[in-house]
């Protein structure tokens, strides 16, 4: 969603319990004329008291809040507002935390110490619908998620998915539409959507991206 798609300032909320970090990092946003932050959090508990009653466009957050840890407080937010785009800014991130950032519904990862210019640019990235890590935007989530996951062993009875259900998973993985996958499996549209929502009932998955960093980090498709 770009700035003109919002058609106003660019909301943004920003989560650290340093007093002094969000005083720079308000004056750092706030040089952009089109953001505006609307609020400071130094919790996870104000976080999403805040997300509620503010209903941000971008969310900036610290892994290191008190209350709850951050990846925790990814998950409520992405319940709570699935619009919202959360980059985290943190000092440091480990590559497994990377990948569960982005599973749990982070849009950017960036290190403090990066320029100040990245900032800016992860925002307005992750604002166009694309994703942003460490100092680049990352346009293919799949590829980024089959480098950073740790290898699993495949799961005995693949989480109850029949044959043709795997068929249908390594095709969402590989970014085929649904009338795709149908041609290319001699399906119906109808019963192509039909095996899709089985799918999501029995790994728990609620869209097309979660899914395919599932089938990813389980095994359930083979690496190209």
Known sequence: MANDAIGESVRILAVDDHPIFR??????????????????ASDAMQAVKLTRELSPHVMILDLAIPGSPGLEVLRELRALSPLLRTIILTAAIEKNDIARALQLGARGIVLKEAATELIIESIRTVLEGQYWVGRERVSDLV???????????????????????????AAITAGYSNREIAQKLCLSDQTVKHHITNI??????SNRVELSLFAISHQLVDEG
């Not at 999501?200 to 998955?205: A, E, L, Q, R």
């Open 23 to 40: 005083y720079g990092l308000r004056r750092l946003l706030e040089s952009q004329s089109d953001f505006l932050v609307v609020g400071e």
């Open 143 to 169: 590829q980024l998620l089959q480098r950073l996951l740790p290898r699993k062993m495949r799961a005995e009875a693949n989480f109850g998915l029949t044959p043709r259900e795997m068929q249908v998973v």
């Open 200 to 205: 999501f009932d029995k790994v728990g998955m």
